[in-house]
């Protein structure tokens, strides 16, 4: 765990290396291509290894703050999204077997969305939902398996 959460606090910190920042519907995000960052002292061997990242992946560190609501959309863009949660226990809600259904994700717990269908979060607690995600670029049912989840 403190791994993930030393990466997710340094990605916040980067600057320059190919960041791309958002702020969307109350999601804040920076990431960064792996292959820009992955020389760097503190960016870890063992994860790279671990979740067999490739140069072309995309890492980021996402934040759902306290308080407020991520309302439910679809990524154009992402197929799926490895959530690794940093934080204290988070919530989100996401289209699973055609039901909208709540996923609570424990601190240290890790999740596959597929951003292909309606996904957000209700943040009803008093402290921020802390994610370090992983984008391989590839639809949900290929990222499971190339990810082992």
């Given at each position: 765990m403190l791994m993930y959460r030393e990466i997710y606090t340094k990605l916040l910190e980067t600057m320059g290396f190919g960041r791309w920042e958002f702020e969307y519907n109350n999601l804040v995000q920076c990431v960064?291509?792996?292959?820009?960052?992955?020389?760097?002292?503190?960016?870890?061997?063992?994860f790279v290894q671990k979740h067999s990242l490739l140069d072309e992946h995309l890492i980021g560190a996402e934040t759902v703050p306290a308080n407020t609501l991520l309302e439910g959309h679809t990524d154009y863009f992402r197929k799926s999204n490895l959530l690794i949660n940093v934080g204290k226990q988070a919530k989100l809600f996401h289209h699973n077997n055609d039901k909208l259904e709540e996923t609570v994700i424990p601190e240290g717990g890790i999740?596959?969305?597929?951003?292909?269908?309606?996904?957000?979060?209700?943040?009803?607690?008093?402290?921020?939902?802390?994610?370090?995600?992983?984008?391989t670029k590839l639809d949900y049912d290929r990222a499971k398996e190339y990810l082992g989840v």
């Open positions: 960064f291509p792996v292959g820009n960052i992955k020389h760097l002292d503190w960016f870890c061997d063992d999740f596959l969305l597929n951003t292909q269908k309606t996904h957000g979060s209700n943040n009803t607690d008093d402290y921020n939902y802390e994610f370090l995600t992983v984008n």
